[in-house]
């Protein structure tokens, strides 16, 4: 039995590439192959010799009527579905010879006796009932296609690259103070006791400082990407004003639009949007 099994193998693989050649391409081909070589030896356990049939003729008839029945078994669709879309393709087939065209939905419907909303369901029914494997799809088109895209677009990753290398000259031109503060705080993720220590100032004060600094940044940043997001100052005149307003005219001169553009990814390890937002 097993040495009938393993001469005859080829005629599995044989069988299987002669019906896939005409399925569809969401039909899984390895289940066919599995049917068939169940099929090749349960042929070779009940074969008798003393018919006079070879073996071969008489395991092809198994095998491929083992890989019918696993196709009937994996099609959704009804008999009457498929008998239905068999004579709706023979008769667009007869009318498109006639008319030497593609026949137009309601020609073809009226040549099979039904409205356009029964062919349109027919249609719909036949589609419904295909299921499709999601690592042939992948195989075949890639997932890319069918699956939704985690992958950041052109536009996103310039835009997010923009805005890291605006948050570095915002963190560069910050008063030196501050500038030790955010970096100690994000960059070197030193404690607030070490910092007041170095500063010469209370713990209080330090928090104090980073919270000022995170607005300057949230500030210095919006002034270049989005001006319409930063309050108008109560007096434009006043001291306070014209520091900002220099503040943000040194983040605009720090770098250019193509030294932007061209910062290296990771080059920006800072505070995230989320903190600069808070």
Known sequence: ?????????????????????????????????????????????????????PFGRYAVRRIRGALLDELRSADWATRSLR??????????????????RRPSDAETAEALGCSVAELERLDADLHSSVVLRLDVITDSVGADSVLPSTADTPEVALVARERAAYLRDAIEVLPQRLQVVVRGCFFDDRPMRELAEELGVTESRISQMRAEALKLLRDGMNAQLAPELVEEPVNAGGAVARRKAAYYAQIAARSSYRDRLTLPAGVTEVPTTSHIAG
């Open 83 to 100: 008998a239905k879309v068999r004579r709706r393709d023979v008769v667009h087939d007869g009318l498109a010879a006639q008319l030497g």
């Open 1 to 53: 039995m097993d040495e009938l099994c393993r001469a005859h193998l080829p005629l599995v693989h044989f069988e299987v590439r002669a019906i896939s050649a005409r399925l569809p391409g969401h039909v899984f081909t390895d289940d066919l192959v599995s049917a068939g070589m169940a099929a090749l030896a349960m042929a070779a356990k009940s074969f008798d010799a003393s018919l006079g049939v």
